[in-house]
């Protein structure tokens, strides 16, 4: 009864009480293809200590000696144990939410700091406390755009993150915005010609990703031109943070929509992660979610305070700006943390390092028979290359040599089934790169 508390004749009760016959009527909502009737296929059943064995032997599959070359949106990083051994302590780890947040001053200087430390990266005015994560974060700055601009169409980069698209999709589908997407060059970058005339007189905002899903760097002067020309706002979403360690802050737009992940929050099997929206001061008042000011108090002392809250809970439901804007305050306060152990030089370092190893990466790879990069675009620690063979068959045998391989793009884009893409980080022993390289090299000999 430890894993399973509630009785038969309890569930029963429950089931009477809200007037349902049976557990099944409590899910015929769902259509019925989609409904488990047959049990799971687990091994057991397993007493406490042989459950325990299992997952610890589940856990080690996953750390013996795989390298990883993949990224899209979620990075391998170096991570300090200092940050893990802050943030784990009582008062951070057990706090939620500041509702009554001048009695938390720590919690307010925490998220003020985190604040700071955006804006500087981003180059903009003002950041929130930190959103649920960088695809929500992109969705609440584009409902941001629709808000300050009244207008209900929006331009989408198809090199913006599919995922973070997809995202946007779901918000927009039933919000009465329009959603239209527009075509990349063969650099690998966006194609402002293939955004239609007409389009750019109704929009709310463009959207773009630098770098983008394919790792190839944008020029924000010119698309920033081309929409405030038409009254709309220009939205940079950001996903590999650390590039802004060498590559000029997207100064240029209006809103930046951003996911922190590498700055010292591991992968985590896919979160939970944080976002960040920063912009300039004269858009905060439609900013969602939190902003901590600082202040002194009566005595003329150092003090913060929520200067800014917009959420549901705070003010009235139709004036609030989101209603999902969930302020990942643990995690924010690991990114702070992380920046400022690393400090000003050891991002750059770390940027270095990264955009070094990349490029190594890029050279080694060109050297194998069949291999090209196809996007002349320049790049950080990400790359597309494609291979003379479909990806995803690739990748299987490389698994076998304990090699996760590249993204196969064909997942997202329909057609790019010998197109991958490749991330390296300062993580990748220059060592393992080359056995990557080999190892292709390889694969490739072989099937000819």
Known sequence: MRYLPKSQSERREMLHAIGVKSIENLFETIPAKYRLRDALKLPGP?????????????????SRGYTSFLGAGVYQH??????????????????????????????????FEFQTLMSQLTGQEVANASMYDGSTALTESVLMAERLTR??????????????????????????????????????????????????????????Q????????????????????????????ITEPLALGIIKPPEEADIVALEAQSFGVPPSYGGPYVGVIATRDKFVRQMPGRIAGETTDAAGRRGFCLTLATREQHIRREKATSN??????????????HLCLLGKEGVRELAAQNLSKAHFARDVMKQIPGVTLPFTGKTFNEFV??????????????????????LALDKYYPGQEKRGLMCVTEVTPRAEIERFTSAVKYILQSAN
């Open 324 to 337: 999902i804007c969930t302020n990942e305050a643990l995690y924010a306060l690991v990114v702070t943390i």
């Open 46 to 62: 397993l007493s406490e200590m042989e459950i325990i064995d299992y997952f610890k032997a589940r856990a080690a599959e996953n």
């Open 385 to 406: 290359v494609e291979f003379p063979r479909p990806v995803k068959e690739i990748n299987e045998k490389l698994l076998a040599e304990k090699i996760i391989g590249p």
């Open 210 to 237: 630098s770098p983008n899903f394919f790792g190839v760097l944008e020029s924000l002067g010119p698309i920033a031109e081309t929409a405030h020309q038409h009254g709309a706002l220009l939205i940079d979403c």
């Open 151 to 208: 207008r209900h169409r929006v331009l989408v980069a198809r090199t913006v993150h599919p995922e973070y698209r997809q995202v946007l999709a779901t918000y927009a589908k039933h919000l009465g915005i329009e959603i239209e997407e527009f075509g990349f060059a063969a650099s690998g970058q966006i194609d402002a010609g293939s955004i239609r005339a007409d389009a750019l007189k109704e929009a709310a905002a463009i959207v773009v």
């Open 78 to 111: 170096v991570r300090s144990v200092v940050t893990d051994a802050l943030v784990q302590r009582g008062e951070f780890l057990t706090s939620y939410t500041p509702y009554q947040a001048e009695i938390s001053q720590g919690t307010l200087q925490a998220i």
